[in-house]
């Protein structure tokens, strides 16, 4: 039997030994089936489990909610709410006891600017919940700080944005990208100075080879006879080009000569060259902040998955008694299954 002052203890556990929340579901639905409960006002009232389930089912239109990602990644990029969130990580706190602690840490704010600025946008982010007068982290909020604490991105990101950085960022994790690549995801009339406060930021290098130019063959057929080098790199010029240091080795002769001929050859109009679009890529700072979007984002949607499998099961909990009054489902200890005419309906 599980005691229900000790559902705390439980759920604590739960979610030490789950990787995810759903998994943390999966787990404290094991306690739930060995719970002997005296009655449904005790599980509302004094259960942790019950709570935590409950806030998880909540947030369903919150995390559906069209922009919710970039809420979220705005209400995160700011150093009080940072505080906030480490602060009640701690334990519970007023906004009296909050106003108290972000003064030690040297941030002066009255006490509606803390709830209004500061409080609000976690709550309206499902990471804090008030419970009377006292605030709280969310086993959500819990695990979002997790993921905060591994990574350091701190005045990295620019606040109260439309989020195009990270947008790139997370589509740079994939690899180098031109800038055509990054037109779709971001407005063309913003990319270039998204990319250039990314630069700025040192989270984005624009690549500097010098074999960005690639030579072609074309498509007419020599007429006069080729020198004995010439014939050589012509003939090393593949299908899918060539950059003239590529040639240089291919030939054995130095880049100076290289040049030189394929300079001849674009005379005669048998080669043409082509500039390769040059390519943005993650620093090793970029990459860091990348990880931690993705990991955001991974924790968004494990989030999302295990609410919606608490609205589906709230669903039929709720169905259930009305097939029941109808004769297609019975209840046999607790738990509801189809009747031998739920299942003939259900063929």
């Not at 779709?184 to 630069?199: A, D, F, K, W, Y």
Request: charged share 35%; with cysteine.
């Amino acid at each position: 039997m599980v005691i229900e002052i000790k559902s705390h203890e439980w759920l604590l556990k739960a979610t030490d030994n789950a990787a995810t929340l759903v998994e943390t579901l999966r787990q404290v639905d094991n306690i739930c089936q060995h719970c002997e409960s005296a009655s449904p006002m005790v599980c509302a009232e004094r259960c942790e489990i019950w709570k935590t389930k409950n806030e998880l089912l909540e947030m369903n239109g919150t995390l559906c909610a069209d922009n919710y990602f970039r809420g979220l990644l705005n209400a995160m990029k700011n150093d009080r709410r940072r505080e906030v969130i480490d602060a009640l990580s701690e334990r519970r706190h007023s906004i009296e006891d909050l106003q108290e602690y972000l003064r030690d840490k040297g941030y002066y704010h009255s006490r509606r600017t803390i709830g209004n600025s500061y409080v609000e946008p976690l709550l309206e982010a499902g990471l804090v919940r008030k419970d009377s007068n006292k605030y709280r982290l969310t086993l959500y909020g819990r695990k979002f700080r997790d993921v905060l604490s591994k990574f350091d991105v701190e005045d990295s990101l620019p606040s109260h944005s439309r989020c195009y950085e990270e947008i790139l960022l997370r589509k740079l994790k994939d690899g180098p990208k031109t800038y055509e690549d990054l037109v779709g995801p971001v407005p063309q009339n913003s990319l270039s100075r998204t990319i250039q406060r990314l630069m700025e930021e040192g989270l984005v290098v624009k690549t500097k080879s010098s074999d960005y130019v690639f030579y072609f063959r074309t498509k007419k057929a020599p007429k006069k006879k080729f020198s004995p080098t010439e014939k050589k790199i012509y003939e090393a010029i593949p299908e899918a080009g060539a950059s003239a240091r590529e040639l240089s080795n291919e030939v054995g002769i130095n880049l100076r000569r290289t040049y030189k001929y394929v300079r001849r050859l674009r005379k005669r109009r048998l080669v043409f060259r082509r500039e390769k679009p040059r390519t943005y890529e993650l620093t090793s700072s970029g990459g860091e902040v990348a990880d931690f979007l993705e990991e955001m984002a991974n924790l968004v949607s494990d989030a999302s998955k295990a609410s919606a499998s608490l609205l589906e099961r709230s669903r039929q909990t709720m169905a259930a008694p009305d097939l029941k009054n109808g004769g297609f489902v019975e209840e046999a200890e607790g738990k509801y299954r189809l009747s031998k005419n739920g299942e003939i309906l259900a063929q």
